[in-house]
């Protein structure tokens, strides 16, 4: 399902994009360096020259995108895999962690690595088994991954849309809505592309700014990526033998045997 970004309205919008132009200068600018009205206001970041006279009409353009979103799940697992060696139930001889599965062939030479360590010691054992097992969610984070495309704002005047219709640039549909703002100097006004040049407007002259404001679809992914970590524990038991003892049976048969040879041994004595 798509969701949709609102545009601003364009009240809201020029001022805010103002105050950012302003923000984003980080210092004085400096006058810009080509000449004329027109060519100066297609510049970015510079002083527009005041031409005179009583009014004074100016432009400025701003680039008015709204996202158009598709959600996208996307799933990544980690694996987190420990493989320890026990001796007679209670001695570890072997333990090493490791970040991928239990397959792994890195897993698969730690196990032939402990059999080593267990048979050296003289040991009996049989295959790993799984002694814990866990599945937890790590992170979910959304990124934005663009599908069409998003325009500057040099572009957008470079197509030439005419005022007030909806054109085409690099095949996406694009308006153009003119608007106009009067401001009586003294005062400074931002124009230009993203109204990110300055205009001094004289004391009693009227600036007249003509705003082009381009608006257009960016459809995009907003991918949802879950990170899942699995972790494991496998343990190999290896036992080492403890001397042979007896059967009860056995020792009956000893008993016998031992009586048989001292009744012998008295009656050779008599």
């Given at each position: 399902?798509?969701?949709?970004?609102?545009?601003?309205s364009?009240?809201?919008?020029?001022?805010?994009?103002?105050?950012?132009?302003?923000?984003?200068?980080?210092?004085?600018?400096?006058?810009?360096?080509?000449t004329g009205?027109v060519?100066?206001?297609?510049?970015?970041?510079?002083?527009?020259?005041?031409?005179?006279?009583?009014?004074?009409?100016?432009?400025?353009?701003?680039?008015?995108?709204?996202y158009?979103?598709?959600?996208?799940?996307?799933?990544?697992?980690?694996?987190?895999?420990?493989?320890?060696?026990?001796?007679?139930?209670?001695?570890s001889?072997?333990?090493?962690t490791?970040?991928v599965?239990?397959?792994?062939?890195?897993?698969?030479?730690?196990?032939?690595?402990a059999?080593?360590?267990?048979?050296?010691?003289?040991a009996?054992?049989?295959?790993?088994?799984?002694?814990s097992?866990?599945v937890?969610?790590?992170?979910?984070?959304?990124?934005y991954?663009?599908?069409?495309p998003?325009?500057?704002?040099?572009?957008?005047?470079?197509?030439?849309?005419t005022?007030?219709?909806?054109?085409?640039?690099s095949g996406?549909?694009?308006?153009n809505?003119?608007?106009?703002?009067?401001?009586?100097?003294?005062?400074?006004?931002?124009?230009g592309?993203?109204l990110?040049?300055?205009?001094?407007?004289?004391?009693?002259?009227l600036d007249?700014?003509?705003?082009?404001?381009?608006?257009?679809?960016v459809?995009q992914?907003?991918?949802?990526?879950?990170t899942?970590?699995?972790a494991?524990?496998?343990?190999?038991?290896g036992?080492?033998?403890?001397?042979?003892?007896?059967?009860?049976?056995?020792?009956?048969?000893?008993?016998c045997?031992?009586?048989?040879?001292?009744?012998?041994?008295?009656?050779?004595c008599?």
């Amino acid at each position: 399902m798509k969701s949709r970004t609102g545009t601003k309205s364009l009240a809201v919008l020029l001022p805010a994009l103002a105050f950012t132009a302003v923000l984003a200068q980080g210092g004085p600018l400096l006058p810009c360096t080509t000449t004329g009205l027109v060519a100066q206001e297609e510049q970015s970041n510079c002083i527009v020259a005041n031409p005179g006279g009583s009014t004074v009409i100016t432009a400025s353009w701003t680039n008015d995108p709204t996202y158009v979103n598709t959600p996208v799940s996307a799933t990544v697992n980690d694996y987190q895999t420990t493989l320890t060696a026990i001796l007679n139930g209670g001695t570890s001889v072997y333990q090493q962690t490791f970040f991928v599965p239990f397959s792994d062939p890195s897993v698969l030479s730690a196990i032939t690595a402990a059999d080593g360590i267990l048979t050296s010691d003289g040991a009996t054992f049989g295959s790993p088994f799984l002694t814990s097992n866990s599945v937890s969610l790590q992170s979910s984070v959304l990124s934005y991954v663009a599908t069409s495309p998003t325009f500057n704002t040099p572009t957008l005047i470079g197509c030439g849309i005419t005022v007030n219709t909806t054109g085409t640039c690099s095949g996406v549909s694009v308006t153009n809505t003119l608007s106009s703002t009067g401001t009586f100097g003294p005062a400074t006004i931002m124009i230009g592309p993203d109204l990110s040049d300055e205009f001094i407007v004289l004391a009693g002259q009227l600036d007249v700014n003509i705003n082009s404001d381009f608006t257009y679809d960016v459809y995009q992914n907003a991918v949802t990526t879950d990170t899942y970590l699995t972790a494991q524990s496998y343990e190999i038991d290896g036992t080492t033998g403890t001397g042979t003892v007896p059967e009860p049976g056995t020792l009956g048969l000893i008993g016998c045997g031992l009586a048989l040879l001292a009744l012998r041994h008295r009656r050779r004595c008599s």
